[in-house]
């Protein structure tokens, strides 16, 4: 079982529905990131967590909100969704947000429609 | 501009056999790091090897080896020994600091193992 989950794996919405996407992490990681991976796309980096503190946001729309409460969780809110954003949506931790040795470890990812 | 490239959309390879999947990359910053994952059909992203880029020795792992070219700005993986279970996606990625914590990945390359 990976150290990263994430709930739920599918999602379906609506254009008007508010809807939370969960990560969890129990690899005592301080570092947490929210990817996106489209079809025929690389995998987008939208946001990274540091201790808790946001410490990168990848010009993502406001529709997309990140939370993070404290260094195992991390969510993101997501409300009025357009159909573009529908896409794979991965966590990934790591011990810290450096650039050197930095390993991360990533959950299955939620697999989200948006209609 | 930072950039990872993957040219190679698709690969075969005969069971057993060595492969080589290329990555080249664009940077101006003189520190950073380059990742090879590997994504199954199920979705998780498994992360495979790094090579920092003062590393002076090309990193191994296993059946996975970074063959790391400063000079040209490419980091192939050569995976030895192919296995059916190692049909995947398999993506390179570059972890730089210029604007702040920021991750690349590449568009990926489907390795497809022969029996």
């Known amino acids: 079982e990976t150290g990263v989950t994430q709930t739920p794996r599918h999602l379906v919405m609506g254009m008007t529905n508010k809807k939370s996407l969960k990560c969890e992490q129990h690899?005592?990681?301080?570092?947490m990131y929210w990817y996106k991976q489209s079809a025929k796309k690389p995998l987008e980096l939208m946001f990274v967590y540091s201790l808790e503190e946001r410490v990168e946001n990848n010009s993502v729309p406001s529709r997309f909100s990140p939370e993070c409460p404290n260094s195992s969780h991390l969510f993101l809110h997501l409300h009025t969704l357009q159909p573009e954003d529908s896409a794979l949506y991965l966590c990934a931790s790591s011990l810290r947000a450096r650039k050197d040795y930095n390993e991360q470890f990533f959950g299955p990812g939620t697999r989200l429609t948006v209609l | 501009a930072q950039k990872i490239t993957q040219t190679q959309p698709g690969m075969f390879v005969q069971e057993k056999e060595a492969v080589t999947l290329d990555c080249t990359y664009d940077?101006?910053?003189?520190?950073?790091?380059l990742f090879w994952y590997k994504q199954p059909s199920s979705g998780e992203m498994i992360f495979l090897i790094y090579q920092g880029s003062y590393d002076e020795q090309n990193a191994t792992e296993g059946r996975y080896s970074l063959n790391f070219q400063k000079a040209r700005k490419s980091a192939n993986l050569v995976i030895s020994a192919s296995q059916l279970g190692d049909s995947a996606m398999y993506f390179c990625?570059?972890?730089?600091?210029?604007?702040?914590?920021?991750?690349?990945f590449g568009a990926g390359t489907r390795l497809f193992v022969k029996a």
């Open positions: 690899l005592g990681h301080n570092a």
């Open positions: 990625a570059m972890w730089y600091t210029t604007g702040g914590f920021k991750t690349i």
């Open positions: 940077t101006s910053d003189q520190s950073y790091g």
